[in-house]
């Protein structure tokens, strides 16, 4: 029996994303504002130097455009015998690919990569009609999240 291959191909943060529409999938989920070529390639390089930043991104093998990127941030604890905890946040897939388990391949990168980091545990904060969705990749609904927006 023949298996189909994925169109989409899951992969870290390139450079080049930035021509590939990176930003115009954040800009899907939240206020990306003005971000020039340089200070873009600027970010990715302090990022691609950390070893706590994991930039999952979903690429159309078809057309090399992105469909969908999730970010991982390994926050490092003296608690739990000096541990980490890994941060998912940025959790986007292009409206033209939803429905295609995109979201759920993103997650699943970062729980893998947190765990080959040695993180005890990943959490992540989401609106409460993304709940379902979470709970389907194996997440379990925790506590309350606060913020306090300091630009505002």
Known sequence: MATTKSKYNVRKLEREDYQKGHLDLLAQLTTVGTVTAEQYEARWQELAGSPDYHVAVAEDTNTGSLAGTATLMIE???IH???KVGHIEDVVVGQ??????????????????????????VILDCAEHNVAFYEKCGLTRRE?????????
């Open 96 to 121: 033209s690919a939803r429905g295609q388990k995109l979201g759920r391949r993103l997650i699943d990168e970062l729980i893998q990569v947190a765990a080959h980091a040695g993180c005890y545990k």
């Open 76 to 78: 490092r604890k003296f």
């Open 81 to 83: 015998g000096c541990s």
């Open 144 to 152: 309350a999240q606060m913020v306090k927006y300091l630009d505002r």
